[in-house]
């Protein structure tokens, strides 16, 4: 089976442009977060969405957005990028919202 | 405020040697804590996740502890081997949340011939 797959890999935008970035779990899991990982730091909580909705929020602005699709992928949204955003941008989805979260290789965003 | 502290924050060792990482967290109330091995730019995969009632659990060479009346826990590394080099995070989750994990910022581990 395929494990959670992210897209796409590297990415590279300016200040002020919005991008978008893909997920898509693992065949049966529900559940999608997203997580914010700046270079050294651990992981930061961004969404999860279970069944299409969204059951968590981390402190982000709402520069960020994200949504779930009825085959339960997941695409986050950033708006007006800031040099800030630049880190890797991680999707783990799993069962049930307790679940253990499997993450997929991520998607690093690099903001000029 | 819910947090996850490790140490020590890098750790370089010869090959074949043990090592043990540390975990310290103030999320309450508890629910489960994950050990998860995170290779350079790459997303984080599960070792180890033991509840409330469980003190030790293993995965070949990694075995993790878990005290909660201390509120801490340990990764043992037994005959490391050149691929664990990696970053080693904490992860602890809070019960009757919407799986909000706290993260801790992880140990660096470099093993070295």
């Known amino acids: 089976d395929a494990g959670v797959t992210q897209s796409p890999t590297h990415l590279i935008k300016t200040r002020g442009q919005q991008v978008t970035l893909r997920c898509s779990p693992i065949?049966?899991?529900?559940?999608v977060s997203w997580y914010q990982q700046v270079l050294g730091q651990g992981p930061q909580f961004i969404f999860q969405?279970?069944?299409?909705?969204?059951?968590g929020r981390g402190n982000f602005p709402d520069r960020f957005s994200a949504r779930q699709f009825p085959n339960y992928s997941s695409e986050l949204n950033v708006n007006a990028l800031l040099l800030g955003d630049s880190a890797l941008y991680l999707c783990?989805?799993?069962?049930?919202?307790?679940?253990?979260?499997?993450f997929g290789p991520g998607t690093r965003l690099l903001v000029l | 405020k819910n947090q996850v502290e490790q140490s020590p924050q890098s750790l370089i060792i010869l090959e074949g040697k043990n090592c043990t990482l540390q975990?310290?967290?103030?999320?309450?109330?508890?629910?489960?804590l994950r050990w998860y091995k995170q290779d350079t730019g790459r997303g984080p995969v599960s070792l180890t996740i033991?509840?409330?009632?469980?003190n030790t659990k293993s995965n070949g060479r990694y075995t993790a502890t878990l005290d909660a009346d201390t509120k801490q826990s340990s990764l043992h590394i037994t005959a490391s081997q050149l691929s664990d080099s990696a970053s080693y995070i904490c992860?602890?989750?809070?019960?009757?949340?919407?799986?909000?994990?706290?993260f801790g910022t992880g140990t660096r581990l470099q093993v070295t011939l």
């Open positions: 783990a989805s799993s069962l049930g919202r307790e679940k253990t979260q499997y």
């Open positions: 065949s049966g899991h529900k559940s």
């Open positions: 969405y279970y069944e299409k909705e969204e059951r």
């Open positions: 975990c310290n967290y103030t999320v309450s109330p508890f629910s489960n």
């Open positions: 033991m509840t409330f009632s469980e």
């Open positions: 992860v602890v989750s809070a019960a009757g949340t919407a799986s909000k994990l706290t």
